[in-house]
């Protein structure tokens, strides 16, 4: 066959050996993180994989991740939820350029869709704007404001912030009725919106609905109002806010971020994570 002696007696070395067994063993963890965060891209595996003590850099991971066909692809069609065409009074913009260094010192609200069988169920959400934390939800067959009013009172249950909060949102009719902003007014909210039409005066709210559609309503293709009920808050809480990564907050959790916050001396300074 015209083959060299050495090849039949060819053995590959120990060390090929071990270095194809640890590249196999990276690429089953990095599958069982797509697995559990299909929304995960490179860097928030490489993150992943560093709490977990494993030291690759983040272009081998971005390889095997190609190769195995693991990079997120996802786009769907957007439903309009907002209806800014109303006579209630609007108000300006408090947060533009303003840094949050402080837990309930702005809360982001807004609404997003989720598709199911005979239509869409509307879930309405109030984030912290430091921590990403979702500190208000509520779910529901319709746009009405008790949507909205829900998600505001569970968040001002959880959090019994003192007066001053900021709460932003679009200028939709949930957020500018009469009944939502008597609300915000009992409890001392300063109220801002976002300007008519753009998206980035909430870029975190945004961010955050991307995050839910894409790792979890995408995934799972929601077939009834039941489903929803159950699979959203426990994504919200367990995943979300007790298990997901964010690159906003240092790769913390907003639940490890939110700690992390509270055994900060106070200093009058921004929160930076080391």
Not at 30 to 46: D, K, N, Q, S
Not at 135 to 155: F, N, P, V
Not at 225 to 240: G, H, L, M, S, W
């Amino acid at each position: 066959m015209q083959l060299a002696p050495s090849t039949y007696y060819y053995q590959p070395l120990a060390e090929d050996n071990e270095h194809r067994q640890a590249e196999a063993d990276l690429r089953d963890r990095i599958e069982a993180i797509c697995l559990e965060f299909p929304g995960y891209g490179y860097r928030r595996v490489t993150w992943e994989l560093k709490r977990s003590h494993w030291i690759v850099n983040h272009k081998k991971i971005l390889r095997i991740m190609r190769e195995s066909d693991l990079l997120c692809r996802l786009q769907r069609k957007k439903v309009r939820t907002t209806n800014s065409k109303h006579e209630f009074p609007r108000y300006p913009n408090l947060i533009k350029n303003k840094a949050i260094t402080l837990l309930n010192q702005v809360w982001l609200a807004d609404i997003t869709y989720i598709r199911i069988l005979t239509g869409f169920v509307y879930l309405a959400a109030i984030l912290d704007a430091c921590s990403r934390k979702v500190i208000g939800y509520a779910i529901s067959r319709s746009l009405e404001t008790d949507l909205t009013l829900k998600a505001l009172k569970m968040a001002i249950s959880q959090r019994k912030p003192k007066h001053g909060v900021i709460h932003h949102s679009d200028q939709g009719v949930q957020y500018a009725s009469d009944e939502y902003v008597t609300e915000l007014k009992q409890y001392g909210f300063a109220i801002s919106m976002s300007r008519r039409g753009n998206p980035y005066d909430n870029a975190t709210m945004e961010s955050f609905f991307k995050t839910l559609k894409y790792e979890e309503v995408y995934l799972c293709e929601y077939e009834t109002y039941e489903d929803v009920t159950e699979k959203i808050p426990y994504f919200i809480e367990a995943v979300y806010n007790h298990k997901r990564l964010h690159s906003g907050i240092g790769y913390l959790t907003p639940d490890e971020y939110e700690q992390w916050l509270l055994n900060q001396p106070i200093t009058g300074e921004p929160a930076i994570l080391s």
